[in-house]
C-alpha cells in the first residue's frame, strides 16, 4: 500500500474514505468498504484543538497504515492537521482537498462524520456537492452496542481486551522496543522483555494478560510490579514462553487475547514465581485457542 502525505498526492480519480479511523474498527471498515484510498489526519484533530482533552489512542499512525492495508487499500493518504487547517471552513476541504488534491469520484464517511471550522461541515453538507457520490455509513453495532474508538478504550483500560477485539475486529495491539530485560525475572526463571509505554497512547490496565508477541505465545504484566518496589513507573513486561535469545532493542508487537489476574503484591520471590508459571500455563492454554 502506498503512502502519502497530502501536500505530495498525485491528482486521480479516487473513492475516498474520509476520517480518523483510530483503532480501524468494525465500524471504520464498513465506512472504509468499497474504497480504494483512505483520508486520515495526523495528529489526532482532538490534540490540536483541544489538547487537554485529547483521547489516548489505540494506534499510532504505523499500526493504522498497516491495519488499512490488510483490508485491500490502495492507499493511505496522511493530512497534517494543524491549527491553520482547522480554521477551514468546510466547503474549501470539499473544493481544496476531496475535489482539488484527491479528484474524488466517491467519499465514503460515517454518519457522525464532522469537518472544517467549528465542525460545521457534515454529510448532508457532502450530499449537495454534485462531483462526486457520497456512501453515507451508519454506526455498526454489535451485541446492542454501538462500535466506537472512545468504548474500545475504556475495555482496553478496563482490562478487557478480548471485548475490546469484539468491537476492533481484531486483537489490541502494543509495540515498542524492549528497554531492558529483568534480571529479577532471569532469576525467578521467567526473562522478561519490557517495553516502556508511551503515555499518548491506550494501554492494557494493571493485570496480567496473556498475549502472543510477534507470533509467539506470552504471559504478559501490565503494571509498577509492587513486589519488588522498583519505582521505575508503569512497565509492559512479556515473558515470552519458549523463546531464547536476547530481545534488547528489538521492535516488539504485542497482541492481547484476554486479562489473567490483576496485579498484586507477593509476601516472596518464590511465591511469585509459584504464581508466574500458573499463569505461563493458562496463557499457553488460551493462545492455543
Known amino acids: 500500500m502506498l503512502i502519502t502525505m497530502l501536500p505530495d498526492v498525485a491528482l486521480r480519480r479516487r473513492r475516498v474514505a474520509v476520517g480518523e479511523f483510530d483503532g480501524v474498527h468494525l465500524g471504520h471498515r464498513e465506512v472504509i468498504r468499497g474504497s480504494d484510498t483512505v483520508l486520515t489526519f495526523e495528529p489526532h484533530p482532538r490534540a490540536v484543538l483541544s489538547p487537554d482533552a485529547a483521547p489516548k ?3 499510532t499512525l504505523e499500526q493504522k497504515a498497516d491495519l488499512v492495508a490488510e483490508i485491500g487499500v490502495e492507499e493511505l493518504v496522511v493530512l497534517p492537521f494543524d491549527d491553520e487547517f482547522a480554521r477551514r471552513e468546510p466547503r474549501t476541504f470539499v473544493d481544496d482537498v476531496l475535489v482539488g488534491a484527491l479528484g474524488a469520484e466517491r467519499v465514503a464517511v460515517g454518519e457522525n462524520f464532522r469537518f472544517g471550522h467549528r ?6 453538507l457532502l450530499r449537495t456537492d454534485g462531483r462526486f457520490e457520497l456512501r453515507e455509513v451508519a454506526l455498526v453495532e454489535i451485541e446492542g452496542e454501538i462500535i466506537s ?5 475504556g475495555l482496553v483500560s478496563a482490562g478487557e481486551v478480548d471485548h475490546a477485539a469484539v468491537f476492533l475486529g481484531h486483537p489490541f495491539e ?7 530485560g529483568e534480571k529479577r525475572g532471569r532469576d525467578l526463571g521467567f526473562p522478561t522483555a519490557n517495553l516502556v509505554p508511551d503515555d499518548a497512547y491506550a494501554c492494557p ?3 496480567v494478560y496473556a498475549a502472543f508477541v510477534d507470533g509467539r505465545p506470552a504471559a504478559v504484566n501490565v503494571g509498577v510490579r509492587p513486589t519488588f518496589e522498583t519505582g521505575l513507573g508503569l512497565l509492559v513486561e512479556a515473558h515470552v514462553i519458549d523463546w531464547e535469545g536476547d530481545l534488547y532493542g528489538t521492535e516488539l508487537r504485542l497482541e492481547f487475547v484476554a486479562r489473567l489476574r490483576g496485579e498484586r503484591r507477593f ?3 518464590e511465591a511469585l514465581a509459584a504464581q508466574m508459571e500458573r499463569d505461563v500455563a493458562r496463557a499457553l492454554a488460551l493462545c492455543a485457542g
Open 57 to 59: 489512542l489505540l494506534t
Open 119 to 124: 465542525a460545521l461541515g457534515d454529510p448532508a
Open 149 to 153: 474508538s472512545s468504548r474500545i478504550r
Open 174 to 180: 502494543l509495540r515498542g522496543p524492549v528497554v531492558h
Open 205 to 207: 490496565g494493571h493485570g
Open 267 to 269: 509476601e516472596s520471590p
